[in-house]
């Protein structure tokens, strides 16, 4: 398994996404994180809630990506502080 990041931004939402980790809605000017990758050679782009990110980020902390499931659960983290 290979990961490659090509691009990330953090734009404000001029349509709704689905959140990759939580799977709810971001929400019309909402301001989310994008990122953009290849996967195995597949092309990806991700939509997350700024605080499913964080929450993403520190689950797969010195693990291999995507080794856990983050739709286990389907609940949205809650919301943090941290300015993206």
């Not at 997350?48 to 929450?55: A, M």
Request: proline share 5%; charged share 30%; with cysteine.
């Amino acid at each position: 398994m290979s990961y490659t990041q090509l691009k990330a931004a953090t734009p404000k939402a001029r349509k709704e996404h689905r959140c990759t980790y939580c799977g709810q809605k971001i929400l019309v000017g909402e301001t989310y994180y994008r990122e953009n990758g290849v996967y195995d050679g597949d092309m990806q782009s991700l939509a997350y809630h700024p605080e499913c990110y964080e929450q993403e980020q520190n689950d797969h902390e010195g693990e291999t990506f995507w080794e856990i499931d983050p739709f286990e659960c389907n609940e949205r983290p809650i919301k943090s502080n941290i300015e993206m």
